[in-house]
Nanobody, 123 residues
Framework: VQLQASGGGLVQAEDSLRLSCVASRRLYSSHALAWFRQAPGREREYVASLSWGDDRIRYADSVKGRFTISRDRVANTLYLQMNNLKPEDTAVYFC?????????????????WGQGTQVTVSS
């Protein structure tokens, strides 16, 4: 499956932003979708993930309570609502897909990736 991420931009601290990730074809209940991010000079890190078929969701501690991952099955679209953004959230955000558990946080376990969208948070 091909993924297309969008919605990034330049915002100020405490602002909100919503990222979208559209899949090129229908996704199934066996799929898990995730958001990762990569800041300059740092390794890509896990942000959040969910099951396409049920209510299983997981968040990284750094975004828990501020970010919300969700999906629209009809539109084959994954979202990441980001509230109360901080300068340390500045990164390129990637969406990714795998078949299996949505609780996986290692990027190597995801085999489909979007191209990334830049999020920059100024202080």
């Amino acid at each position: 499956v091909q993924l297309q991420a969008s919605g990034g931009g330049l915002v100020q601290a405490e602002d909100s932003l919503r990222l979208s990730c559209v899949a090129s074809r229908r996704l199934y209940s066996s799929h898990a979708l995730a958001w990762f991010r990569q800041a300059p000079g740092r390794e890509r890190e896990y942000v959040a993930s969910l099951s396409w078929g049920d209510d299983r969701i997981r968040y990284a501690d750094s975004v828990k309570g501020r970010f919300t991952i969700s999906r629209d099955r009809v539109a084959n679209t994954l979202y990441l609502q980001m509230n109360n953004l901080k300068p340390e959230d500045t990164a390129v955000y990637f969406c990714a897909a795998r078949t299996g558990s949505p609780y996986v946080t290692h990027e190597q376990e995801y085999n489909s990736w979007g191209q990334g969208t830049q999020v920059t948070v100024s202080s």
